[in-house]
């Protein structure tokens, strides 16, 4: 049989295989997980609405309670005087009340909307925190050691999750005193109140973000990476915290963006039960409460229709938010 034939030019060499026309040579970087998660979040527009609004509801909590007028301050000027209804159509709505005013009380909707978005937020976050790290410390030690360890720590989730917490919330906020101190520093009033509240739906929610890193960490114990450290001798606490840890940053992440609009929701419930923030400062909880027992939804909806929708739309934009954040980070999802 004839050898093939060589028709390629004499003295041309092999083009390699990395250098395509159009690219001048240049090297092709690759992106990083982080790189390409953005990307994936970037392309869904109703994730990066809802992290619009939620940056500009952290904005208006920080910097709204200097913009807008003392939320405790009574307007008598602005109500009926026989039926102490706001003055003027739509609930007193003018430039300078742009909500209106409360009836009875002639109180700015706006700055307690405003400043109820303060207090909802630092103990949503603070909770989701203390939830996070407890969570994930139990999580980590149950996933990795198993036997009685994670026996022992998965009944106390079961207890935790089976505890009626709400029914609790009520009673141990009705039997503190107004006043304490710990290690030194004494609370009273409201800085108690948000303590105890940051504390109470914080230390019970940590269930939830532990079984998910104990399910994640189950999964992840048996992989090469791990093996490999074990190889080289690496021991318990460096193999949790230095190979598996950074391995659950995206569940993290994604679960606590769900977890924090439950902790707000479950403030506003407890503040529109009357063991939450204290009055007269502002919740959102406890304008609906101001809205259905004093009556002022019978005057005009929008005094129960504006803190619900506040409430609504930041549970909605956190809700979206780490669903959108969760496809990015799994490329499974898609």
Do not use: C
């Amino acid at each position: 049989m004839a050898a093939p034939l060589d028709v390629s030019p004499v003295g041309a060499e092999a083009i390699p295989e990395a250098v395509t026309t159009g690219l001048s040579g240049q090297r092709i970087e690759g992106r990083s997980l982080g790189q390409i998660a953005w990307l994936r979040l970037r392309r869904d527009k109703v994730a990066m609405a809802s992290a619009v609004f939620v940056i500009f509801l952290i904005l208006v909590a920080i910097l709204g309670p200097f913009l807008v007028q003392n939320p405790d301050t009574y307007h008598s000027n602005l109500l009926n005087p026989t039926l102490l209804s706001p003055n003027g159509a739509f609930g007193g709505i003018s430039l300078a009340h742009p909500f209106g005013v409360e009836p009875q009380t002639g109180r700015d909707v706006l700055s307690r909307i405003v400043n109820g978005a303060r207090y909802s937020l630092i103990i949503g976050f603070l909770a989701t925190a203390l939830a996070v790290i407890i969570g994930v410390f139990f999580g980590l030690i149950a996933g990795y050691f198993g036997g009685w360890v994670d026996s022992l720590i998965a009944r106390a989730m079961d207890v935790f999750l089976a505890f009626p917490l709400l029914v609790f919330a009520i009673a141990l906020v009705g039997v503190l005193p107004t006043n304490a101190s710990f290690f030194g520093i004494s609370l009273a009033g409201n800085t108690l109140r948000i303590g105890l509240l940051i504390f109470i739906i914080g230390f019970f929610s940590w269930p939830y973000m532990g079984r998910i890193i104990r399910g994640q960490v189950l999964s992840l114990r048996e992989r090469e990476f791990v093996d490999a450290a074990r190889s080289i001798g690496a021991r318990g606490p460096y193999i949790l915290f230095r190979e598996l840890l950074p391995n659950l940053w995206g569940p993290i992440l994604v679960y606590a963006t769900l977890l924090i609009p439950t902790n707000i929701l479950f403030e506003a419930a407890l503040s529109f039960l009357g063991v939450g923030i204290i009055p007269p400062t502002p919740s959102w909880g406890d304008m609906l409460s101001d809205a259905v027992t004093n009556g002022y939804y019978y005057i005009d909806p929008m005094y129960m229709f504006i803190p619900g929708m506040a409430i609504f739309l930041t549970v909605m934009a956190f809700n979206l938010f780490g669903d959108g954040l969760r496809d990015a980070l799994d490329p499974r999802t898609r």
